[in-house]
């Protein structure tokens, strides 16, 4: 399916390399690609790098290693190629030059000698006198020599947009209809080390590419007017434009990395969230839940059923709040609808990072991993937190730590709710079975009935009291996941051990 101007529908995402990969990389990418895929066409990944000083080498591959864990995986980049590569803006210099040369032959564009200083004097001037800011076009109509005569020169000059004083300041936004931009001033498009700025580089590329819909910010708003103009005096045809709502933290500020560390897209794959349930998140932001034939909002909802009913006249113009307890209750939803193998296979790097299991671990441990995830899993809302359930499991019995919090809760008869354990468990077999699964005496439900006949009704213990010492001895923890169904995980050996180990200790 193509655009009305019936073009083959192109979207980009075009992230600076200047650090962690900044959350709204994914926002945006999430909202082109659903667009992209609807229609049938194309999405691109380019690298934005012509900001020499704030690069960043390992930011590029951050970038790559983010979107494909999120899935929203490009169609044409500097990493898989594509029609219309390189697809870095720093390998693309000598494109932009013929474009700076026309604007400037044509006198829509000039150089300006201006020093830095004298541009800082010439601001604050007009902010004392509050005049709106802006470049006073002292160089205009110069040659370098006539402005070389005058205070402020520099011998490197940039080069300028010449505004005129009719450009037209509205324009049609996709989310937001008509659109009416504050004037520019006239914007600097070639910087004196010669890269092209935003504004040149992005209208240049995006002709170049075939790129139809341009997504991005609402902070660009401001800018449009000089890209449409842009447009106009290079003869290219323009794009659609959709400006998306700013998500916002919880004073209602732009999110940034230097204030939170979630504007970081790493960030969210380091504290375990999935990536189903971010993308699930990030589209709730910006877009409604999905209305049942009954009339209900479902807000559980898969990137493709995202994908299905995509509009960008649903799109939200409001700037959302990043609510993290929304996408801890989202993460724990998709992390309790995970198959346990599936879980298991995305608990292993937390616990290998953690040092609870060693980077090849044996068929036992990892059979042993099957199980215990079924025991853990309603206890999640991050895969981080596996790693404080799982490593009783995997320590060797006089190896086990105590929490402080976990002992000091110990009541006074705890060493004779443990004696009182003991005695009940030693007679059960700790036989593993026959194949035909025949002859198992250490169950759970044995386990839980010796138990309970020991301690609730032979000591007269209330059932919420009597098996805090048994959960402390076995998992060292306060919380734990649940106890019987751990001791038979842990086997008759190690649950005695440990109960001794703990008694002994009182």
Not at 50 to 60: K, L, N, P
Not at 72 to 94: I, M
Not at 192 to 214: K, N, Q, R, S, W
Not at 341 to 348: C, E, H, K, T, V
Request: hydrophobic share 40%; glycine share 8%; with cysteine.
């Amino acid at each position: 399916m193509s655009t009305e101007d019936s073009r083959p529908v192109r979207l980009r995402v075009a992230p600076s390399p200047t650090g962690d990969p900044h959350v709204g990389t994914a926002y945006m990418s999430m909202f082109d690609l659903a667009f992209a895929r609807q229609q049938g066409g194309q999405f691109v990944l380019r690298i934005e790098d012509t900001d020499q000083a704030r690069f960043r080498e390992d930011s590029e591959q951050q970038i790559y290693d983010t979107l494909a864990w999120l899935g929203l995986t490009h169609d044409e980049g500097p990493d898989v190629g594509g029609p219309y590569a390189p697809y870095r803006q720093s390998e693309r210099l000598e494109t932009y030059k013929p474009y700076a040369d026309r604007l400037l032959a044509e006198g829509k564009a000039y150089h300006c000698w201006c020093s830095s200083e004298r541009l800082k004097e010439m601001r604050e001037k007009q902010q004392a006198l509050k005049q709106p800011t802006g470049y006073d076009r002292l160089c205009h109509g110069k040659t370098k020599e006539e402005r070389a005569s005058l205070p402020g020169f520099t011998d490197q000059p940039v080069v300028r947009m010449f505004i005129p004083d009719d450009v037209d300041l509205t324009f049609t936004d996709l989310i937001r209809g008509l659109v009416s931009a504050p004037r520019p001033d006239d914007q600097v498009i070639v910087k004196a080390d010669g890269f092209p700025t935003y504004h040149l580089a992005v209208v240049v590329d995006d002709h170049e590419m075939g790129i139809t819909h341009v997504v991005r910010g609402e902070e660009w708003i401001s800018s449009t007017p000089k890209h449409v103009l842009l447009y106009d005096w290079l003869g290219l045809a323009k794009p659609h434009f959709a400006h998306m709502p700013l998500l916002r933290d919880e004073k209602k500020a732009k999110i940034s990395k230097r204030k939170s560390p979630w504007a970081r897209l790493t960030w969210f794959r380091e504290q375990g969230y999935l990536p189903e349930a971010l993308l699930n998140f990030l589209a709730l932001l910006g877009y409604p839940p999905i209305i049942e034939p009954d009339g209900t909002e479902r807000e559980i909802f898969t990137f493709a059923e995202f994908t299905e009913r995509f509009d960008w006249a649903k799109v939200n113009t409001v700037g959302p709040i990043f609510n993290l307890e929304k996408l801890n209750w989202l993460n724990g939803h998709y992390i309790r609808e995970l198959e346990v193998g599936d879980l298991a296979g995305r608990l292993l790097p937390f616990l290998y990072a953690d040092g609870v299991l060693p980077q090849q671990p044996s068929l036992p441990q990892l059979g042993r991993l099957q199980e215990i995830t079924g025991l853990i899993q309603t206890r999640m809302s991050l895969l981080t937190e596996a790693t404080a359930l799982v490593r009783p499991f995997y320590v060797e019995d006089d190896q086990l730590e105590i929490a402080d919090d976990a002992r000091a809760q110990l009541k006074d008869g705890a060493k004779e709710v443990l004696d009182a354990a003991i005695t009940a468990l030693e007679p059960i077999s700790g036989s593993i079975g026959k194949p035909d699964g025949t002859g198992v005496e250490w169950t759970h439900d044995r386990i839980e009935t010796a138990l309970r006949e020991a301690i609730v009704d032979g000591l007269g213990i209330k059932p919420r009291l009597a098996f805090g010492p048994l959960r402390t001895a076995v998992s060292g923890q306060k919380v734990s996941p649940p106890l019987f169904e751990s001791m038979q995980i842990l086997g008759k050996a190690s649950v005695l051990a440990r109960l001794e180990r703990l008694r002994d200790s009182l």
